[in-house]
């Protein structure tokens, strides 16, 4: 069958498969984004409350990080095969989701913490004496202030996760990966092309979004002033609330594994060096 | 579950699972020498670009372009896209269409921590370097790589890591690694194979990021005292005064280190 393929030349898209096959594409867009939208917000609520965990409690980051970086290490067609061989989890979405969710863990709560690290001691102070003290502090002051960074870490995840999406296919889910499945079994290159493209333009379209969402949340952002940064005097605190967000826009985390949150988190983690992230 | 579990012991247990070239050695040989082979080559590609630009200081967005590229990209589509490719050309199944994919996986982390690393080398270090009259390739040699080195690193940790993870998916084009017995022992009864296949990718993959670890603490044996030096600094500046300049992240070696206590 292969070698029949060949001798006709098989051209890289049939467009009138594509044409064909309308519904079949647009239900695997639809399950790419279920499985993408529904394990970024349980890896990023879990990833939120370690982060929290990790601020209050210094010595638990090394740990916690330390665990997540195991689990993103872990292969995920190792995870897929382990899980699949459990009968809770078997063939289908609950495998698919607990594994891409473990990828989400690791550059989330870098980032988090990162960013509620990134909140000024003087911000915090302030937030103290009008009267903020604990949850309401941390929701209505550290998290805005926060928020650059979180979102420099969805972005990621999201991304990252829309690629990871496709190898659940091999475990009965995959979205888009579904027609790559298909077509690598038929060795039929059109749903291979219409899978990847589609994957593809999924995740530019996430990252957009969230750049949206971002301009959105984060209006002060725009007028080049973070709030409580800038206007004081003291120069050391200046490079540092300068700091925050910009290293976070450019990409999130990076290196530094072994890095606790000290004293410069965002300078640590900064630049365009957040190559965690790719397809698997 | 137990039943798969004493099915891998069984398995394990089997001659088949230690001999011939379905064996765990020789698919473990595979695996690593397929991911050794597209670390090289990613390396030789990634490293010497990644210097020559960050060291003219150009191709930042070149930089973060790759990088966000190489993750929207994945790389199960690549490697079957490559394969109709790979077979209409006559590069047959299974190796070919699986380096290009990791090759291609391996590039992005690697080249930009390493541009990142060079050009973000602290001016002060550079300045002392041209001032000892240093310049060019001896510039670069001297200064700027052992400064990169740490974050270097840690782009091919993170090559790595991940090119042991893909490596598992050339199974789906044939080629012959830890991948295939996961990828059959989705359909066969007997998940035996399927989860001894399943922890030796993992433990290789947690081996290699290990191993990169101790690596990093080896080639950089400056970061220890680095740290400690960052805390003189920021206990220096007083409430909130976080690490003096902005100093680059992979730069915290000793030059990087040295400007931070100058500057406070």
Same mark, same amino acid.
């Given at each position: 069958?292969?070698t029949a393929?060949l001798?006709?030349?098989e051209?890289l898209?049939?467009w ?7 519904e ?8 790419h984004i279920?499985l993408?939208v /529904?394990a970024?917000s349980?890896g990023? /609520?879990?990833s ?7 601020v209050?409690w210094?010595w ?5 990080a ?5 689990l993103?290490?872990?292969?995920s067609?190792a995870l897929?095969g382990v899980?699949?061989?459990?009968p809770?989890f ?5 495998t698919a989701?607990?594994?891409l969710?473990s990828y989400?863990?690791?550059i989330l709560?870098r980032n988090?913490v ?7 001691a003087p911000?915090r ?9 604990g $949850?309401?502090r941390v929701?209505?002051?550290?998290l ?14 999201t991304?990252?996760?829309?690629g990871l ?10 979205g888009?990966?579904k027609?790559i ?5 038929r ?5 291979? /092309? ?9 995740a530019i /379209?996430f990252?957009?979004?969230f750049?949206?969402?971002? @301009?959105?949340?984060?209006p $002060?952002?725009?007028?080049g @002033? ?8 003291a120069?050391?605190r200046?490079?540092?609330?300068v700091?925050?967000p910009?290293?976070?826009?450019v990409?999130g ?8 949150p000290?004293?410069r ?8 060096a ?5 397809g698997? | ?7 891998m012991?069984?398995?394990l247990?089997s001659?088949?699972?230690w001999s011939?070239?379905?064996g765990l050695?020789a ?7 397929i991911s050794?082979?597209?670390m090289?080559?990613?390396?030789a590609v990634a490293?010497?670009a990644?210097v020559v630009l960050?060291?003219?200081k150009r191709?930042a967005?070149a930089?973060v ?7 929207a990209?994945p790389?199960?589509a690549?490697l ?8 209409r050309?006559?590069?047959?199944l ?17 080249f930009t921590?390493?541009?990142t690393?060079?050009r973000d080398v602290?001016d002060?270090?550079?300045d002392?370097?041209?001032g000892?009259?240093m ?5 670069v ?12 690193l840690?782009g ?6 991940q090119?042991i993870?893909?490596a598992?998916l050339?199974a789906?084009v044939?080629y012959r690694?830890l991948?295939?017995p996961i ?7 007997d998940?035996g194979?399927?989860l ?7 433990l290789l993959a ?9 690596v990093q603490?080896l080639a950089?044996p ?5 740290r400690?030096?960052?805390?003189t600094?920021a206990a220096?500046?007083?409430p909130g005064g ?5 100093v680059?992240p ?7 280190t040295g400007?931070?206590v100058?500057?406070?």
């Amino acid at each position: 069958m292969i070698t029949a393929l060949l001798a006709a030349e098989e051209p890289l898209v049939r467009w009138d498969w594509v044409g064909d096959h309308t519904e079949e594409i647009a239900d695997a867009l639809r399950q790419h984004i279920q499985l993408t939208v /529904v394990a970024v917000s349980i890896g990023f /609520v879990i990833s939120l409350l370690l982060a929290f965990v990790a601020v209050k409690w210094r010595w638990t980051y090394e740990p916690l990080a330390g665990v997540c970086s195991v689990l993103y290490a872990i292969p995920s067609l190792a995870l897929f095969g382990v899980l699949v061989s459990i009968p809770f989890f078997g063939l289908g979405f609950r495998t698919a989701e607990v594994a891409l969710v473990s990828y989400t863990l690791l550059i989330l709560l870098r980032n988090d913490v990162a960013g509620l690290d990134g909140v000024p001691a003087p911000v915090r102070e302030a937030a103290s004496g009008m009267g903020f003290e604990g $949850w309401r502090r941390v929701l209505r002051v550290d998290l805005p202030l926060a928020t650059p960074s979180i979102m420099a870490g969805l972005r990621i995840a999201t991304v990252t996760t829309v690629g990871l999406v496709t190898v659940t296919s091999l475990v009965g889910e995959g979205g888009f990966g579904k027609l790559i499945n298909d077509g690598l079994g038929r060795n039929f290159p059109t749903p291979i /092309v219409v899978g990847a493209v589609g994957s593809i333009l999924l995740a530019i /379209v996430f990252d957009l979004l969230f750049v949206l969402i971002e @301009r959105l949340i984060t209006p $002060w952002a725009r007028a080049g @002033r973070p709030p409580g940064g800038r206007r004081r005097g003291a120069r050391g605190r200046d490079v540092a609330t300068v700091d925050v967000p910009a290293p976070a826009r450019v990409a999130g985390p990076a290196q530094g594994r072994t890095r606790p949150p000290d004293a410069r988190p965002a300078v640590a983690r900064s630049a365009a060096a957040g190559a965690l992230g790719g397809g698997r | 579950m137990s039943e798969s579990w004493r099915q891998m012991l069984d398995y394990l247990g089997s001659d088949a699972a230690w001999s011939g070239r379905n064996g765990l050695p020789a698919l473990t040989w595979a695996h690593v020498k397929i991911s050794l082979v597209a670390m090289l080559i990613a390396s030789a590609v990634a490293v010497p670009a990644g210097v020559v630009l960050g060291h003219v200081k150009r191709g930042a967005l070149a930089a973060v372009t790759v990088v966000n590229i190489g993750r929207a990209i994945p790389s199960f589509a690549i490697l079957a896209l490559l394969l109709p490719f790979s077979l209409r050309y006559g590069f047959g199944l299974g190796f070919w269409p699986t380096i290009v994919a990791l090759v291609l996986l391996a590039i992005p982390p690697i080249f930009t921590n390493t541009y990142t690393g060079v050009r973000d080398v602290p001016d002060d270090a550079v300045d002392a370097a041209r001032g000892m009259g240093m310049r060019g390739v001896e510039q670069v040699r001297k200064v700027e790589l052992p400064v990169a080195v740490p974050l270097i690193l840690t782009g091919l940790r993170v090559s790595a890591v991940q090119v042991i993870a893909t490596a598992t998916l050339g199974a789906l084009v044939g080629y012959r690694d830890l991948g295939t017995p996961i990828v059959s022992g989705f359909t066969s009864p007997d998940k035996g194979p399927l989860l001894a296949g399943a922890i030796a990718v993992a433990l290789l993959a947690l081996l290699t990021d290990a191993l990169f670890a101790v690596v990093q603490r080896l080639a950089v044996p400056w970061r220890r005292t680095g740290r400690t030096a960052d805390v003189t600094v920021a206990a220096d500046t007083g409430p909130g005064g976080a690490a003096g300049p902005p100093v680059p992240p992979g730069a915290a070696g000793p030059a990087a280190t040295g400007a931070a206590v100058t500057a406070a």
